[in-house]
C-alpha cells in the first residue's frame, strides 16, 4: 500500500514562498501520478497541480497558475510543490495525491480519481 507524507507547511508572509514536499513509500514511486490538492476551512478540496498521466507534463489551477511549481525527484520518490508569491488565499491545508498509472482515464483534478492521499500539511498565509 502506497503511503503519502506532506512536510513543509508553515506561516509566511504575503509575496513569501514555501516548497511543500511529499515523500511517498510502499509503491513504485515512477508508476504513480502525482498531485496537489487544498482545502481551506469551509470549503471544498480543490485541484492546485497535478502531473499529467505518467509522464511530464503538468496542469495547474487558474489561482496558482505562473506562482506555484510541481516537480518530482524520482530517486527520492518524492513530490514538491514550489509556492511563490504567496496570498492569503492560498491559506489552506495542502494535501498531496497519487493515482496509479495503467487504471483507465481519469480527470487530473478530480479528487474522486486519486487512489492515494497524505494527511495534510497546513499553509497560513498572514497579512
Known amino acids: 500500500q502506497v503511503q503519502l507524507e506532506e512536510s513543509g507547511g508553515g506561516l509566511v508572509q504575503v509575496g513569501g514562498s514555501l516548497r511543500l514536499s511529499c515523500a511517498a513509500s510502499?509503491?513504485?514511486?515512477?508508476?504513480?501520478?502525482m498531485g496537489w490538492f487544498r482545502q481551506a476551512p469551509g470549503k471544498e478540496r480543490e485541484f492546485v497541480a497535478s502531473?499529467?498521466?505518467?509522464?511530464?507534463?503538468?496542469v495547474y489551477a487558474d489561482s496558482v497558475k505562473g506562482r506555484f511549481t510541481i516537480s518530482r525527484d524520482n530517486a527520492k520518490s518524492t513530490v514538491y510543490l514550489q509556492m511563490n508569491s504567496l496570498k492569503p488565499d492560498d491559506t489552506a491545508v495542502y494535501y498531496c495525491?497519487?493515482?496509479?498509472?495503467?487504471?483507465?482515464?481519469?480527470?487530473?483534478?478530480?479528487?474522486?480519481?486519486?487512489?492515494?492521499w497524505g494527511q495534510g500539511t497546513q499553509v497560513t498565509v498572514s497579512s
Open positions: 495525491a497519487g493515482r496509479r498509472s495503467g487504471s483507465g482515464s481519469y480527470s487530473p483534478l478530480a479528487t474522486d480519481d486519486y487512489h492515494y
Open positions: 510502499g509503491g513504485t514511486f515512477s508508476t504513480i501520478i
Open positions: 502531473f499529467i498521466w505518467s509522464g511530464d507534463n503538468t
